[in-house]
């Protein structure tokens, strides 16, 4: 059974603060990752993806991957309240574009 | 752009009772899911489609079936509905695995069923 762990939350922040959401896999062949965000009832939207260990940058937003340690995290620099919603981590293993979504964590910033 | 179009939005059901949740998208994606997702618990697979004829089971497939007759429509249908179906549910298309784009999948608004 292939399994996402996301950090039990909710998670809060000041504004303006970093907020940093992990999440580990159990697969060893994975080999892409994801970060979709969900605003409280509404469908998943992608922000983040990744392919290889280090770092991607996009904006405010930042996706730090390990496969040797099968942990991929999501950076959010200079929190805003718009960012509050729940983070789902997803992991695909190359199979038909399967993927398996963590249970997802609730980020909460505090103006 | 419409994307992906799920129906209806919202529905209640009797147990023993039967329907059809519809999905489209004109994205010519050839990748298609259904996933389902209650309260603390993330998105679990159901059924997904590689291509118009073609279908396989995901995670938790019991109790639902579904068909792909055309690239655009993805229908899950839902037998003798039980409480336990009561979720909301996502359809979402992605392209192929190759390239760049793998695991990209474009959702629709989700359709919340409950099951009285």
């Known amino acids: 059974q292939k399994e996402v762990e996301q950090n039990s939350g909710p998670l809060s922040v000041p504004e303006g603060a970093i907020a940093s959401l992990n999440c580990t896999y159990s697969?060893?062949?994975?080999?892409?990752f994801f970060w979709y965000r969900q605003y409280s009832g509404k469908s998943p939207e992608l922000i983040m993806s990744?392919?290889?260990?280090g770092d991607k940058e996009d904006g405010r937003f930042t996706a730090q991957l390990n496969k040797a340690s099968q942990y991929v995290s999501l950076l959010i620099r200079d929190s805003q309240p718009s960012d509050s919603a729940t983070y789902l981590c997803a992991v695909n293993n190359g199979a038909n574009s399967k993927l398996t979504f963590g249970k997802g964590i609730t980020l909460s910033v505090r103006p | 752009n419409a994307g992906v179009t799920q129906t209806p939005k919202f529905r209640i059901l009797k147990i023993g009772q039967s329907m059809t949740l519809q999905c489209t998208q004109d994205m010519n994606h050839n990748y298609m899911y259904w996933y389902r997702q209650d309260p603390g618990m993330g998105l679990k697979l159901i059924y997904y489609s590689v291509g118009a004829g073609i279908t396989d089971k995901g995670e938790v497939p019991n109790g639902y079936n579904v068909s792909r007759s055309t690239t655009e429509d993805f229908p899950l249908r839902l037998e003798l509905a039980a409480p336990s179906q009561t979720s909301v549910y996502f359809c979402?298309?992605?392209?192929?695995?190759?390239?760049?784009?793998?695991?990209?999948?474009?959702f629709g608004e989700g359709s919340r069923l409950t099951v009285l």
């Open positions: 697969d060893r062949g994975s080999q892409s």
């Open positions: 990744i392919y290889s260990n």
């Open positions: 979402a298309s992605s392209y192929s695995t190759s390239g760049s784009r793998t695991g990209e999948l474009f």
